[in-house]
């Protein structure tokens, strides 16, 4: 049965390519006929019409004249062949895929510099001009230059720009849910959101960001940022006032819980894999260092952290926070 199939298939593709070679012949016969008949008249070949009896042989073909025809085979020759072959690749289109490659490649590298350098406004609009925005590298980078951009700011565009980019931190965890980037950023913009919307709200999501920090730092464990988020969430539990663990314990059945040596812990990992790389860690690990009582490494580093070089807002109000606090201890 299936050598039957294949004859089948065979004899019918036979037929198919017969006919156009049958048809591509025909063409040919009729172009030289034209063509002969041209070559004849120019060079005053016509011969007068003979009697039925007297008929000669026909003088062979011209050279000149099968020239002529020889361009009409090859150009039917090859559209046969050449159709197929052209739709294996594209040079066209190969090329605009390695500049739509290269273009993101450098508008990422470019906005990167631009946030590192803390020029958030010039990343954001960077990234606001790239042609495809439904592009994870551009949406996660959205939502944190747009919340880099809200700290400073005062209300109600504060508020705006929070919230602008929370949306885009879930629109990129939608798109990818496999890199650490989208969950660290959710869990942050989801707090920082929740926040606006009051206490209860805040309390209501702390379970959701406590699971996406974790999933941020089983993804990639060398990510100090991470790390510094995730101590920053088990110290605002252990630093949580009553009234708002009443609200917590009225909302949960466990309560999410956190200690002051949990927090430690990640604030001094986060510092481990990449030394000096937030103020912000110095100033935690100094208010955690002084919830333990420990108040010869609570100096030290409060005193890093007073002494910081001012570049962001960050690094404003970490130097602020210190300086007050040092004075105290």
């Known amino acids: 049965m299936i050598v039957q199939n294949a004859t089948k298939g065979a004899g019918s593709i036979i037929q198919r390519y017969g006919r156009l070679a049958i048809n591509t012949l025909r063409l040919t016969k009729f172009a030289l006929r034209e063509n002969l008949a041209s070559f004849k008249q120019f060079r005053g070949l016509r011969r007068p019409p003979q009697a039925p009896g007297n008929r000669q042989k026909r003088p062979r073909q011209s050279t000149a004249a099968l020239l002529t025809v020889r361009p009409l085979l090859f150009v039917t020759s090859w559209s046969l062949f050449s159709s197929k072959s052209n739709k294996k690749e594209d040079p066209a289109v190969n ?30 609009d960077l990234l606001q001009k790239y042609p495809e925005q439904e592009t994870y590298d551009i949406k996660w980078r959205l939502a944190r230059v747009t919340y880099s951009l809200s700290k400073p700011t005062p209300s109600p565009r504060k508020e705006e720009l929070v919230r602008e980019a929370f949306r885009y931190s879930e629109e990129a965890l939608k798109l990818n849910d496999s890199d650490f980037a989208s969950h660290k950023w959710y869990s942050i913009l989801l707090d920082a959101k929740s926040g606006l919307d009051g206490i209860k709200e805040r309390v209501t999501q702390l379970e959701t960001v406590k699971k996406h920090m974790l999933r941020a730092v089983e993804l990639n464990p060398n990510d100090a940022t991470s790390w510094y988020i995730l101590g920053q969430f088990y110290y605002g539990l252990a630093d949580l006032p009553w009234y708002q663990r009443k609200i917590v314990s009225t909302i949960f059945a466990t309560p999410p819980t956190g200690t002051y040596e949990e927090a430690l812990e990640c604030f001094e990992k986060a510092e481990s894999t990449k030394p000096n790389f937030y103020s912000m860690n110095h100033l935690m690990m100094a208010k955690t260092y002084q919830a333990l009582k420990q108040t010869d490494k609570a100096k030290e580093f409060m005193t890093l952290a007073a002494n910081v070089a001012v570049l962001n807002e960050d690094d404003k109000q970490c130097k602020e926070e210190a300086t007050k606090l040092l004075k105290k201890l």
């Open 95 to 124: 090329k605009m895929a390695e500049e739509a490659v290269k273009s993101l490649s450098e508008t990422i590298q470019h906005a990167d510099q631009l946030f590192d350098e803390n020029n958030f406004q010039e990343a954001y």
